[in-house]
């Protein structure tokens, strides 16, 4: 396992913006095949307009905000100059999408930090 982080990015008004998805891998010359999986550890939300604004994810397929997958917070407020914290243990797999955005076109930014690794 390794840590990595990704972000800041720019949220957008677009509610089905793929924000994160682990790789796949290919291997060498017999090398084998294993996809990847992610275990985000914290989100960090950051609104920087002087209003409040609403984020909503979802973890699912590509491009997808289907009922039942809402995750970390769906019309979730956050105050005016002021960040929001996600703490939890998410696993993405080579399937799963972190899909989402803002109400406000880049009000707000997101970045986060957890650890990759091989399924197989």
Same mark, same amino acid.
Request: proline share 5%; aromatic share 8%.
């Given at each position: ?53 609403? @984020?909503?994810?979802?973890?699912? #397929? %590509?491009? +997808?905000?289907?009922? /039942?997958?809402? =995750? &970390? *917070?769906? $019309? ?22 972190? @899909?989402?955005?803002?109400?406000? #076109? %880049?009000? +707000?930014?997101?970045? /986060?930090?957890? =650890? &990759? *690794?091989? $399924?197989?």
């Amino acid at each position: 396992m390794k840590t990595f982080n990704f972000g800041p990015l720019a949220l957008t008004t677009v509610l089905t913006t793929n924000i994160l998805n682990p790789p796949a891998a290919s291997g060498g010359v017999n090398g084998g095949a294993s996809p990847q999986y992610i275990l985000l550890k914290h989100i960090r939300i950051v609104n920087k307009t002087t209003s409040a604004i609403t @984020v909503s994810f979802w973890k699912g #397929a %590509t491009g +997808a905000n289907v009922a /039942g997958t809402e =995750v &970390i *917070g769906t $019309a979730l407020s956050i105050p005016a100059n002021t960040p929001y914290d996600y703490w939890g243990l998410m696993r993405l797999d080579v399937a799963d999408f972190l @899909v989402g955005g803002c109400n406000t #076109a %880049t009000a +707000a930014s997101i970045q /986060g930090e957890g =650890v &990759i *690794g091989v $399924a197989g």
